[in-house]
């Protein structure tokens, strides 16, 4: 711990966008959410190692705890402590998390003992302690600034007061009496499962992701010591705690002990890894965090990572947790392409999972990462990819023998799916075109290729993009009998770019064709300033391995599927923004929520099916689960219903939000100019631009031919007749802008 030293450090401090969210859930009934507020000591002050357990470094202020109250009781309770507060010495008063007691800070009596203090503060106050928080090292759960009732800046003094006579039972606590002083300190989390609400299990399972997996025999007990020796900085050196923690890995019991002894004898230190792990996963697992019932970031998305299914969990562990909403934008295009004979209702409409990604972000902020990922998903396509383009290579060397024969060979029809966007316009085509009505895919890590290679042809990839998404027709004639012509009934084809932001412009120059609403974009966070990981994150052997299998069932399902619950939440938030939107005026937004809900839908549809496939391989194995899904048609349809779980369906929200965010984010002022400019011919509105317009508006409201023949000459020169001041005017009135009120006479209305 460390000490506070002001009165604005301890507000900030309660006042934490996590503190507040912690209290939110807690008022609302939700007391598992009590363990990971922030805690504070006020009885004692840290070593000199700046630890908390096993301190005789009393403070001069006594921390104390009424527990218990009812709401008829709090209020008299309060007046009391708060009439009393001069012959107390009270430093600090809040409410407790549940709001059913206080917690007091008052100025210590250095001849009486911590309890004996205590005892003194509750007849002074007429009210019951907690018998179990008599320790000076006991620490109490904060609220935040809406529950301190009373705050004396003397409490950030943090003098260190003489010993007192009950030290000695501190330093001699047994193993015993620590177990139920933890109890005590963390209330909820008594079983001590958890260390600031995150599950020690999922430390331990990032531990071995960083440090190369779980041991295999023969490496056991090095690798063991070594996770007990982290491990311990977060478990008070408790031998019993760590041995009830720890996987054993097949050893027996007196074999871990004996491990764990040798480990926590070592000379104590801290653990950067284990403070770098509970970082990353503080900043990655708040878990359940309903996007209705808080502000979320829109750059930092929170993620229920745990939560996820398999593939989507292993591919976010690959980059990072930061990295989170980019890779699952980056990797749905890959699910859906994989899934290609799955079709989602949104609407009323049944199309495929068509999805267009483009994650933005500067150079070196992780986009590189993103690049395996994919690669993962896409292995098994390629393998087969591989074989075609082999037999590619073959026709063309025949065809090249063959140059001067009569007899050519035939030309093959390969269905290439995995397809590069350093190509031309008519091969990209032919590709599609034999792709046998499967999804093609195509990825870039860099997006400058497409904005190089298609420079004089960005329109045309613009179609195709178009097109894709909405898995429409697409023909293409060719005027050389010898050129490509393709006539595509059904145009599937999912795309994922990653570039900078400057890059983006290069390959989405209009504005108003809807090919930028048809783009689901992400960007990468601001790294400029982050210290570089110690254990840097990479695609493990073990996690391409879990992704392949999901890949491997993906093209397994066929058929149309209808998920009302999907369908419901897509349609509440669609309602939000309109309302949203409509407050502000906000046509931009309004107009880019449609096509925004959609992506979001068959993105979250993307990770339903990810579910089912997880759940496939749980029961029957991989083997197994292809199968079930070969001999059970349906089955797959039916468990995706029951896909559809809160947990999944929130993520709707977060995808849905973050989309509309980086699409006004990135193409807000775009957009507003582009429908303002004058090419823009979207509305029948008459534009004015024109030398007549300047005569119209030199005009009075009411005017006469002979004051239109004066204006006509005064800006278009003496050569100006009549007739053409005539035909002028009739113009005008054609166009509803004049409306003759007399033989001469005229009257703007407009």
Request: with cysteine; net charge neutral; glycine share 6%.
């Amino acid at each position: 711990m460390r000490p506070v030293g002001s009165r604005a450090e301890y507000i900030n401090l309660r006042n934490g966008g996590e503190q507040q969210y912690l209290m939110h859930r807690i008022r609302d009934g939700d007391e598992t959410a009590k363990g990971r507020l922030l805690q504070m000591n006020y009885s004692c002050l840290p070593n000199d190692d700046g630890t908390l357990k096993g301190s005789t470094r009393m403070s001069t202020t006594v921390g104390m705890d009424i527990d218990h109250l009812s709401p008829e009781e709090m209020p008299a309770v309060r007046e009391r402590i708060l009439a009393k507060k001069d012959e107390l010495g009270l430093k600090m008063m809040e409410e407790s998390a549940r709001g059913q007691g206080y917690h007091l800070v008052f100025a210590r009596r250095p001849e009486l003992s911590q309890e004996e203090n205590l005892k003194w503060a509750s007849q002074l106050l007429d009210v019951a302690y907690d018998g179990q928080a008599t320790d000076i090292t006991r620490v109490f759960f904060t609220t935040t600034e809406a529950q301190l009732l009373y705050l004396d800046d003397a409490i950030f003094e943090n003098d260190e007061a003489p010993m007192s006579k009950d030290v000695s039972t501190t330093l001699d606590m047994t193993t015993t009496t620590l177990s139920s002083r933890l109890s005590a300190a963390h209330g909820e989390i008594s079983t001590a499962k958890y260390f600031k609400g995150i599950p020690y299990s999922a430390i331990i399972d990032e531990y071995w992701r960083r440090t190369g997996g779980v041991p295999a025999e023969g490496e056991r007990n090095k690798r063991l010591h070594q996770l007990a020796a982290n491990l311990r900085s977060i478990c008070d050196d408790n031998e019993e705690w760590l041995l009830a923690l720890m996987p054993s890995l097949g050893l027996p019991e007196a074999e871990m002990r004996s491990i764990i002894h040798s480990a926590c004898k070592e000379p104590t230190k801290g653990s950067r890894m284990m403070d770098q792990i509970v970082d990353a996963l503080s900043a990655a697992d708040i878990a359940d965090i309903d996007p209705d019932d808080q502000e979320c970031s829109m750059v930092n998305v929170q993620w229920s990572i745990k939560k996820l299914p398999q593939g989507i969990r292993d591919s976010i562990d690959a980059v990072g947790p930061t990295l989170a909403m980019p890779i699952v934008t980056a990797i749905c295009p890959c699910i859906g392409a994989l899934a290609t004979g799955v079709r989602l209702d949104v609407h009323g409409t049944r199309r495929g999972l068509n999805l267009i990604s483009y994650i933005a972000g500067d150079f070196a902020s992780g986009k590189g990462s993103i690049d395996p990922v994919v690669e993962a998903w896409m292995s098994e396509t390629a393998a087969l990819d591989a074989m075609y383009l082999m037999q590619e290579q073959e026709y063309t060397a025949k065809k090249k023998a063959a140059k001067n024969q009569k007899t050519q060979p035939e030309e093959p029809k390969l269905p290439v799916r995995y397809i590069t966007l350093n190509t031309t316009v008519a091969k990209l085509a032919e590709r599609l075109a034999n792709a046998e009505g499967k999804h093609a895919f195509s990825f870039t890590p860099e997006a400058d290729t497409v904005a190089q290679k298609w420079r004089s042809s960005m329109s045309d990839f613009s179609v195709l993009l178009r097109q894709s998404y909405d898995g429409s027709k697409y023909d293409r004639e060719a005027k050389s009998i010898d050129a490509v012509s393709v006539h595509i009934k059904q145009l599937l084809w999912n795309v994922t770019m990653c570039g900078t932001p400057d890059a983006l412009y290069r390959v989405v120059n209009n504005y108003t064709d809807g090919f930028q609403s048809r783009i689901a974009l992400a960007q990468t966070p601001d790294n400029t300033f982050a210290p570089l990981e110690d254990t840097p994150y990479v695609l493990t052997s073990r996690q391409t391995e879990r992704i392949q299998q999901i890949a491997h069932l993906l093209p397994l399902m066929q058929g149309d599927v209808v998920l009302p619950k999907l369908e419901a939440r897509g349609r509440e938030w669609l309602e939000k923004v309109r309302l949203e939107a409509m407050k502000n005026d906000d046509r931009v937004k309004a107009r880019e929520r449609f096509r925004t809900c959609v992506t979001t839908q068959r993105m979250v549809c993307c990770l339903m099916l990810c579910r089912v496939c997880e759940q496939l391989i749980q029961k029957h194995g991989l083997t197994g689960a292809e199968t079930q899904l070969k001999a059970q048609p349906s089955l797959w349809r039916d468990m995706l219903l029951k896909a559809q779980t809160p947990a999944l369906l929130s993520t709707y929200d977060v995808i849905a939000d973050q989309l509309l965010y980086n699409a006004l984010y990135y193409f807000r002022d775009r957009i507003e100019n582009a429908f303002a400019s004058r090419n823009y011919k979207g509305t029948s509105e008459r534009r004015r631009m024109g030398k007549n317009d300047t005569i119209y508006e030199r005009l009075d409201p009411q005017f006469t031919t002979e004051q239109a023949l004066q204006q006509s000459i005064a800006i278009k020169g003496a050569s100006i007749t009549v007739n053409s001041v005539h035909q002028m005017l009739k113009n005008w009135k054609q166009q509803g802008l004049i409306i003759q009120t007399e033989a001469t006479h005229y009257r703007k209305v407009s």
